[in-house]
């Protein structure tokens, strides 16, 4: 079932340009961009039992940097900006991880989630009061993205550009949690204490996932910053964090497509409520969000998704025959 | 020189004295059978051998290395395998990927990526699985099998880990009359590839499978020998054979 909605989610994502107008466009490609940060929460709290509450940190801090290279450097080419600002998610996220997970014993979740917390809640604080990155106001008019002498602006372009970093993310995410790696990551989530006695270092695969889910936030803020042209200090908030960390609660945990129907539905029902009921939607909103989570755990993807195949198998099967051949043996 | 050589070792849980200066030592290839009454500090010594606790004093040395105070991955890395007293299978994983995992706990990071490294183990896989009656069992969800198919499941991937020296807390533990019997037939062979160190409250069944007997009593080494010894000797008898 998880391929049939992927298979769905695919062909609606290529087709929509063609039966969407400029606005449309536009705010789906903003729909596109958030999956990606949902996604690294995906693989943070669904696969790796890291709760962050940080996840904005890395997103604000390479959108500032992609803002910074431009407006100071002059440098637009995606060529720089995306490896650029994907090094920057990963770098500063390697380091959290060495401060947060590597220590000489195992954090708790709390710890953890704490610790992301404050470093979120700290680059907001920074950013408002730092007259060079803008203070309240951000950086403004930051200048289109370019691709050797093209311009890439924000429309159906930009929207294939975010929908292809999407589908690479998401497809590497897919071959991670599906392989050893992510048999591990599953055994890691299920009883970590007993995962570390079969001579797993937990906290480097921890390390590791949470590095990796840096680097996706990094590219997500470069190509948001050069899509919406402007960076503000909400792109670093603890209230970013909270609502990425509410796109995958809302759409199912440990999955990967449930972050990107969390993303989409969310948008997609606020956008609605806000034109409908200009006052009170983000009352309307909250409850729906409460509702789901409390009384629907598995999320959205829950309600056609099992548990045995939401855990999923991890790598190749043996070859039927020869499974029965061994059994046979035996 | 001891494979395993437990030098002190104590342990406090506040007010409580759980180990008070215990010493042990395990011979490579022997069944090391750890008895004593309730409380008297069994599954705290293997726990502090395992690396799931700490001790306060004492020296732990396995195979020539001090791993006092290394973390339970680098134990099991040099080692070591333990079976925890109460059943820690991985319930909603299937029972071949807990095996699976437990053969793949040595590999690097590169080989966990390869989805080939499945296909590589399968044979070891269900090699682990035949030495138990668990073969027909491997697509199951570990959570769906019975309290003693989950102890043998465990056995069976703490062996998969190919451990010079396997800690079994109370292997049989909620086992019925004829699980235990298979399980000491399952374990004798074991011990050409392995040591043992296992800790029981079933006098018969771990009679029948140790070499040697050490008998704890309020966290202290009462007495420690051949089972004829400790059958026979009359501190163990007076202190604890009567208790129980």
């Not at chain 1, 996932?209 to 936030?217: N, P, Q």
Request: hydrophobic share 50%.
């Amino acid at each position: 079932m998880i391929l049939v909605l992927e298979m769905a989610l695919l062909t609606v994502g290529l087709a929509l340009p063609l039966a969407l107008d400029h606005f449309w466009i536009v705010l789906a490609t903003r729909i596109v961009l958030l999956c990606l940060p949902a996604l690294s929460f995906d693989l943070l709290w669904g696969y790796s039992g890291i709760m962050s509450f940080g996840q904005a940190l890395f997103y604000g801090t390479a959108g500032y940097t992609a803002a910074l290279l431009a407006r100071d450097a002059g440098l637009t080419s995606i060529f720089v900006i995306v490896p650029a600002c994907t090094l920057i998610g990963l770098v500063l996220a390697l380091a959290m991880a060495w401060f947060l997970l590597l220590g000489r014993y195992p954090p708790s979740t709390i710890f953890v989630a704490l610790g992301t917390l404050t470093g979120a809640y700290a680059a907001d604080r920074l950013a408002r009061g730092w007259y060079y990155l803008g203070g309240q106001n951000g950086i403004p008019s930051i200048p289109p993205l370019t691709a050797g002498p093209f311009t890439i602006a924000e429309g159906p372009v930009y929207y294939y550009l975010a929908l292809g970093a999407l589908l690479v993310v998401y497809a590497l995410c897919r071959v991670l949690v599906r392989s050893q790696f992510g048999l591990v990551l599953a055994g890691i989530r299920q009883h970590e204490e007993r995962i570390s006695f079969l001579g797993y270092r937990v906290q480097h695969f921890k390390a590791i996932v949470f590095t990796l889910a840096g680097g996706i936030c990094g590219l997500a803020g470069a190509l948001a910053a050069f899509h919406d042209g402007f960076v503000w200090p909400n792109m670093l908030s603890v209230l970013l964090s909270t609502q990425f960390v509410l796109y995958v609660l809302f759409g199912g945990v440990g999955t990967l497509v449930g972050a990107v129907i969390g993303v989409a539905s969310i948008e997609y029902v606020s956008f609605l409520l806000a034109d409908r009921f200009q006052t009170f939607w983000p009352i309307l909103l909250g409850l729906l969000l409460l509702f789901v989570v409390l009384f629907r755990r598995s999320g959205l993807v829950g309600l056609v998704v099992t548990e045995r195949e939401r855990f999923g198998r991890f790598g190749r099967a043996p070859a039927r025959a020869k499974v029965e051949r061994s059994h046979g043996a035996a | 020189m001891a494979l395993l050589e437990v030098s002190g070792v104590s342990k406090r849980f506040g007010e409580l004295r759980a180990l008070a200066g215990v010493d042990l030592r395990v011979e490579a290839g022997q069944i090391h059978g750890l008895i004593g009454p309730n409380g008297s500090g069994k599954s705290t010594l293997m726990k502090c051998i395992a690396g799931a606790l700490a001790p306060d004093a004492g020296v732990i040395r396995f195979a020539g290395r001090n791993l006092t105070r290394a973390a339970p991955s680098e134990r099991a890395r040099a080692g070591l395998s333990i079976k925890f007293q109460i059943t820690s299978v991985l319930p909603s994983l299937s029972v071949y990927d807990n095996v699976l995992l437990a053969l793949q706990g040595r590999d690097s990071l590169v080989s966990l990526l390869r989805s080939a490294t499945r296909r590589a183990r399968h044979e070891a896989v269900t090699a682990a699985l035949a030495r138990f009656p668990l073969i027909g069992r491997a697509d199951q969800l570990a959570g769906a099998l019975s309290h003693g198919e989950q102890q043998w499941l465990e056995i069976a991937m703490a062996l998969a880990t190919e451990p010079t020296l396997l800690l079994l807390d109370e292997p049989t533990a909620g086992m019925s009359l004829e699980e235990r019997r298979l399980t000491g037939e399952l374990l004798a062979p074991i011990k050409t590839g392995c040591a043992i160190l296992i800790v029981e409250h079933d006098l018969d069944f771990i009679r029948g499978v140790s070499d040697v007997l050490t008998v704890l009593d309020q966290g202290t080494v009462l007495d420690s020998g051949s089972v004829e010894a400790i059958q026979a000797s009359s501190k163990v008898q007076e202190v604890y054979l009567t208790r129980v």
